[in-house]
């Protein structure tokens, strides 16, 4: 029995280590600290999980847990956020370091991600057979680094599903061979927890598991209804254990739905559902190590690599006469459907959620990995076949690389497939063949195959590992500590000196000194706690930002929002009082004319719908109707045709009043323009793959301006729009505004995000109170202690309808969905005690 127990714990640690130290292996190739001053400032990792985490870290810290944060853009639902990035055990370390060292912590957390990932695939592979065998050891770390893996890894939410995954299946034999759901509930309540986008993914495996499990005990003398019929219990068990894990998750599922309801994400395409290819017989080739890398992350195959010796063990299994026709037809059918949830674009959408992924795609990959090293191991411990068959293995597996191979370098058609190394894919598939050959059970020589193997597979899953991140644009991790204390104290001080809410429209993005990718700062607010304009995420709310690309901010697709385009009027309008611009490595603090979260406007508001591409006629129309007033704010500038080239057109016009000028080109996608105010080009923070206003200076009345545009888009000169701002207008507007201010209680609006409370004075009984904050059906009002309805104005904004006289306003946030998720979960768990109570006096 100590000698079992003995077994046991070195079995299960080195499941742990292997893994961690291949990883901790290729972060030490690629210098990430501790090995070198790099961290993993790469992709989504670096641009929306690390200011995501900062958000979680600081909640946490606090222990201020609230549904709403207003560094989501100008506010909003944090829940579908949280849902899908940060409810994940692993992300509690994160509590023990600085936010200057979190690329480092994240770090650590995808090495012990990927070591739990080769525990639970251990114990998955040692429940094959009574004893324990470290040959599972290869198969179990195969699948904690396989290609999916390493192309995927920095994406650190998704591999929490493939801990569990494992565990579910396991769970899922149970239930139909012992019935017993307990184990299946759980870890299928723990994927879609932790990441519910994968463990949707899951739940469409766990029922095409249950099929292959009745496909596999199916009696060549049964029907299928008779099937059924035998098994019939067990389906219904499988059933009700399957909604009641879902419904003990709807406190997250519901709130995440119409949470993401309300992104772009709605719209579904007819086109992602038509019937075609995705991919030709290049795809063979991404069984192999290096089939895709870094720059490739965007769009490429399948990365089906499990190492050549699993995949050899996973053909073998199928002429293996030891094993049951039925068994084979069982894994036959999840290898079938796998491959055609990739294949066929129909498929491939709706295991997406139905939407097809933007970027990062086959994100099902993980599951044919499973599959595939799960047959393997179940192979490998077979009593050996006939050495023909081996042979005839190997002349397959090598047929099929072959086939890929010239598919990939001849064929008509490739997709983001690198082309690897002929002679390092050779002489690896020729080491896998002999050691594949020589593998025996119960031959004396055995542990001596056994270890060539694992040092073989080891070596192939790292050097795909380093094959895969080649141009991996590492951070430097010294910058980015110091760049982070530097923008942090820059934001404590506007802190110090503000005592209202206001937003920083921040374009000094010192963080992009510690980058190697372009980086624009879109979630900085989240990584500082600070307010802003400027959000990066899938949960963005398409509402608001039509709104915001209505009034002529930038914004590059349906997930990103920035404070570019910004206007005298709409820094009114969304309280942003501060513009950090950098300026000869220096940061400039510009203010501007703002009044704080809110202020009392006329009930015209309501009636104000934005028009596409007009954001002056907007702003101008917005600003009438808050002050009750006809005389426009902004003034069009005749332009005046000076000289014009082929590709390049100058005007010239005299400023109409005094105040800010700006132009603003419909429908243009700005980095191919170039435009010079005045003789001097005119430069912009970020990349701008879309048109936005254009900020042309402070003129005086009847000042000239000279503006040059060049384009190889003649369309371009088609319709330029150049306005100026009626300062004086503006200034006499602020001031009657600024007389029904909403003073509000800072102090409890920084403790809970999810509460407004304040004090506004109203000229009249139908006046409404404009907050900067968009309009959430969340939000909860109580004017002068009696509820009211909120109002959504300007497109996607929240207003509060006032008394005349002094108004006492509280505002409470609830997560639409909160509740009623809340309680579907908790009359799910009720319902499987009830379960449990009655099988147990059973």
């Not at 199916?218 to 879902?246: D, E």
């Not at 991996?472 to 110090?496: C, I, N, S």
Request: aromatic share 12%; proline share 4%; charged share 15%.
């Amino acid at each position: 029995m100590k000698r079992t127990n003995k077994t046991a714990v070195s079995y299960y640690l080195l499941s742990v280590l292997v893994p961690m130290l291949l990883m901790v292996g290729l972060y030490a190739m690629l210098q990430i600290v501790p090995f070198g001053r790099h961290n993993l400032l790469i992709s989504d990792l670096g641009t929306q999980y690390m200011p995501f985490l900062a958000e979680f870290k600081r909640q946490m810290a606090q222990m201020n847990f609230s549904t709403y944060s207003f560094s989501l853009s100008l506010g909003g639902d944090i829940l579908p956020l949280a849902a899908y990035y940060l409810i994940s055990p692993f992300n509690l370390l994160l509590l023990f370091w600085s936010n200057s060292q979190l690329p480092v912590v994240v770090g650590y957390v995808i090495i012990l991600k990927i070591g739990a990932m080769g525990l639970t695939m251990a114990h998955f592979l040692k429940t094959r057979q009574p004893e324990y065998h470290f040959s599972a050891l290869i198969f179990a770390t195969a699948y904690s680094l396989s290609g999916f893996v390493a192309m995927n890894f920095y994406n650190l939410m998704w591999l929490d599903a493939l801990i569990f995954l494992p565990l579910v299946i396991l769970g899922l034999e149970r239930l139909f061979l012992k019935g017993r759901p307990g184990l299946y509930i759980w870890m299928l309540v723990a994927t879609i927890f932790t990441n519910y986008y994968l463990g949707y993914m899951s739940c469409l495996f766990a029922v095409l598991y249950a099929i292959s499990l009745l496909i596999k005990w199916k009696h060549p003398q049964q029907s299928w209804w008779q099937l059924v019929v035998h098994w019939r219990q067990a389906i219904w068990q499988f059933c009700w254990a399957s909604l009641i894990a879902g419904g003990t998750t709807a406190v997250v599922l519901l709130p995440s739905l119409l949470g993401m309801l309300k992104t772009g994400k709605k719209t579904i395409a007819a086109t992602s559902f038509y019937p075609t290819p995705q991919f030709g017989w290049e795809v063979l080739s991404q069984f192999q190590v290096g089939g895709s890398h870094y720059t490739q992350r965007l769009i490429h195959e399948p990365t089906l690599f499990i190492s050549t010796l699993a995949l050899l063990f996973a053909v073998y299994y199928f002429c293996l006469p030891t094993i049951r026709r039925q068994a084979k037809w069982s894994n036959g059918f999840l290898i079938v459907s796998l491959a055609l949830s990739f294949w066929v674009t129909t498929f491939n959408t709706m295991w997406h959620m139905f939407q097809q992924p933007e970027g990062f795609p086959y994100r099902n990959t993980y599951l044919m990995a499973f599959v595939l090293i799960k047959i393997a191991y179940e192979a490998s411990i077979e009593p050996i076949g006939k050495r023909q068959t081996k042979r005839l293995v190997i002349l397959i597996v090598g047929g099929l690389l072959s086939i890929g191979q010239l598919a990939l370098y001849y064929g008509p058609h490739v997709r983001g497939v690198q082309k690897q190394s002929l002679w390092l894919l050779i002489g690896l598939m020729v080491l896998a063949s002999v050691i594949f050959a020589a593998w025996q059970k119960g031959a004396r020589w055995q542990p001596w195959v056994i270890g060539l193997g694992a040092v073989l597979t080891f070596s192939e899953l790292v050097i795909n590992g380093r094959l895969t991140t080649t141009k991996l644009p590492t951070g430097d991790q010294v910058v980015y500590a110091q760049q982070y204390q530097r923008q942090a104290a820059l934001f404590e001080h506007l802190e110090r000196q503000t005592p209202d809410f206001y937003r920083v429209n921040n374009q000094a993005i010192l963080l992009k000194k510690a980058f190697k990718e372009p980086y624009y700062g879109y979630n900085d607010a989240l990584t500082f706690g600070q307010y802003t304009l400027n959000n990066y995420s899938s949960t963005l709310d398409e509402r608001m930002r039509t709104m915001l690309v209505n009034l002529g901010f930038y914004s590059k697709n349906a997930r990103r929002i920035n404070g570019i385009g910004h206007t005298v009027l709409t820094d009114l309008l969304f309280a942003n009082q501060y513009d950090l611009i950098a300026k000869q490595g220096q940061v400039v603090t510009q203010p501007h004319k703002t009044l704080g979260l809110g202020f009392a406007v006329n009930e015209q508001l309501a009636h104000v719908a934005l028009k596409a591409h007009e954001p002056f006629e907007n702003q101008d129309r917005i600003m009438q109707a808050m002050t009750g007033q006809t005389t426009p704010f902004y003034q069009y500038n005749q332009l005046d045709l000076q000289a014009q080239k082929r590709r390049q057109i100058t005007f010239t016009t005299q400023v109409k009043t005094s105040g800010y000028a700006y132009l603003y080109l419909p429908q243009q996608n700005l980095s191919k323009l170039k435009v010079k105010i005045n003789g001097r080009t005119h430069k912009v923070p970020i990349e701008l793959n879309g048109t936005t206003i254009i900020g042309l200076g402070r003129y005086q009345k009847g000042q000239q301006l000279t503006l040059t545009i060049t384009s190889r888009q003649p369309k371009a000169f088609r319709k330029i729009q150049v306005a100026s701002l009626d300062q004086a207008h503006f200034d006499q507007a602020f001031d009657q505004l600024a007389q029904q201010r909403l003073k509000i209680d800072l102090k409890q609006l920084s403790a809970d995000n999810g509460r407004i409370a304040g004090v506004v004075p109203a000229k009249t009984a139908d006046q409404l109170l404009y907050l900067s904050v968009p309009y959430d059906s969340g939000w909860h009002a109580q004017v002068n202690h009696q509820k009211v309805r909120t109002r959504r104005v300007m497109g996607n904004m929240l207003a509060v309808p006032l008394e005349k006289g002094t108004n006492q306003v509280r505002l409470v946030y609830r997560a639409p969905g909160l509740i009623i998720g809340a309680i579907i979960s908790t009359f799910s768990l009720m319902t499987w005690g009830l379960i449990l109570i009655k099988q147990r006096r059973h």
